[in-house]
């Protein structure tokens, strides 16, 4: 059984259309902006940055982006997150929805300040 999991970011944003393509980006720019020292990886066949491990993954559903900030974020920010369908350590951002940009950033801070404390 062979998968065919991407080499890096760009070649997995590329299997997709534009419209999900400028999405995908736009996560990338928002975790780069608050996190320019995170490396780019493919985790799991995921786009995922690392920064002392791994910070947030992300991967593109049927309906939904998923963002996967680890169970430790989803505890802190759960009373942010009741608009958005949500697991131990996933989120679902709708495809037909603007991205919470704020929420996201202070996500992204919060891993950034987990990770640089282990």
């Known amino acids: 059984m062979s998968k065919n999991i991407p080499e890096n970011f760009d070649a997995y ?27 780019e990886v493919i985790s799991y066949g995921m786009p995922a940055f690392k920064l002392n491990g791994i910070l947030i993954w992300f991967a593109v559903h049927t309906k939904h982006i998923g963002f996967y900030p680890k ?27 603007a991205f919470p940009t704020e929420l996201i950033t202070k996500i992204i801070q919060f891993r950034i300040k987990e990770n640089l404390q282990t």
Do not use: W
């Open 13 to 39: 944003i590329s299997c997709y259309p534009n419209d999900i393509q400028q999405r995908l980006q736009e996560i990338r720019t928002i975790v780069k902006t608050h996190a320019p020292l995170a490396q």
């Open 71 to 97: 169970a430790s974020a989803i505890e802190v920010f759960a009373s942010e997150l009741v608009d958005y369908k949500t697991s131990k350590g996933a989120i679902q951002f709708p495809m037909n929805k």
